[in-house]
């Protein structure tokens, strides 16, 4: 059965701090991995990754995919407390299956 | 529009009642997704549009639960008889194109089975 991990599941940390989250998968059909931010509701769009060793970064943010050991990784550098949120990784299956598999996410506290 | 729109935003309801959930697309993505995110729990793929094919409804949890998507656009997600376990945030999403092409969420809506 397909499958995403996401690790840890709930974060705590202070403002300024680096924070490393982690997305493991096993997948039949990996097409591409997608990182979102979830706030209230409605999840973002934060990356997608489709190659390995091609880092992808946008402000503070930076993630980078390894198909050989089928996980990925978001670095968040710098924290702030606006950078609280769910975290989630999904991985999108080539073919005629569309839809996102998702990991349950990580939750990420930055403290004043 | 300009994003993902959903509606209502919250829905309480009594248990054995039957809802209806609106999705409104981005204008022009022909691929339209509908996922429930329980309490503690990722986001669970229910049903998939794309264009005019038959949708994918693979993720349904059971018959209670069935989608239409009316002109390539707006969907309705239907539950009937609704039961406790019903109560997450249903989650709409849409994307240009199938498979590898990002998905944009709209803000979900709440409900709540009393």
């Known amino acids: 059965e397909d499958k995403v991990v996401q690790s840890p599941l709930s974060l705590v940390v202070h403002e300024g701090d680096t924070v490393t989250l982690n997305c493991s998968y096993e997948?039949?059909?990996?097409?591409?991995l997608l990182w979102y931010k979830q706030e209230k509701k409605a999840p973002t769009f934060l990356f997608m990754l489709?190659?390995?060793?091609i880092e992808k970064k946008s402000g503070r943010l930076s993630s980078i995919l390894d198909k050989k050991e089928l996980f990925s990784i978001l670095n968040i550098t710098a924290t702030q407390t606006g950078d609280s949120a769910v975290y989630l990784c999904?991985?999108?299956?080539?073919?005629?299956?569309?839809?996102?598999?998702f990991g349950k996410g990580t939750k990420l506290s930055v403290k004043p | 529009g300009a994003g993902v729109s959903q509606s209502p935003s919250n829905k309480v309801t009594e248990k054995g009642k039957d809802v209806e959930l609106r999705c409104d697309p981005i204008?022009?993505?022909?691929?339209l997704y509908w996922y429930r995110q329980s309490l503690g729990q990722g986001l669970e793929f229910l049903i998939y549009?794309?264009?005019?094919?038959?949708?994918?409804k693979s993720g349904l949890p059971s018959d209670r639960f069935s989608a239409e998507r009316t002109g390539g656009s707006v969907s309705t997600l239907t539950i009937q008889r609704t039961q406790q376990e019903d109560s997450a945030v249903y989650l709409c999403?849409?994307?240009?194109?199938?498979?590898?092409?990002?998905?944009?969420f709209g803000a979900g809506t709440r409900l709540s089975v009393l």
């Open positions: 489709t190659s390995s060793g």
């Open positions: 999403a849409s994307s240009l194109g199938p498979g590898g092409n990002i998905q944009y």
């Open positions: 204008s022009g993505h022909t691929a």
């Open positions: 999904a991985v999108v299956r080539g073919g005629s299956q569309g839809n996102l598999i």
């Open positions: 549009f794309q264009g005019n094919s038959a949708p994918d």
């Open positions: 997948v039949t059909n990996f097409r591409s």
